[in-house]
């Protein structure tokens, strides 16, 4: 594993991570973020702001039964 991919395990390699470990190292990485480090692999606002219009069409096709097109953020 690469030195930014180990820091993320707590267990050994062939063992499963659950979504509370996945959880955890996000969070801790949106705390160094905010403390000035640059974490590789953070989202960034255009990711949340991707993953909102994405939410968007998806239900404006579900209700229209189209294909909705999803623009650039």
Do not use: K
């Not at 930014?4 to 062939?14: F, I």
């Not at 702001?49 to 294909?67: E, F, K, P, Y």
């Amino acid at each position: 594993l690469s030195d930014d991919a180990a820091r993320l395990c707590r267990v050994p390699a062939g063992h499963p991570q659950g979504y509370q470990d996945a959880f955890n190292a996000f969070v801790r990485d949106a705390y160094d973020a905010m403390r000035g480090a640059a974490p590789e692999g953070l989202p960034t606002f255009v990711d949340g702001a991707r993953a909102a219009m994405i939410t968007d069409a998806v239900l404006q096709s579900a209700n229209s039964g189209q294909w909705v097109e999803v623009s650039q953020p």
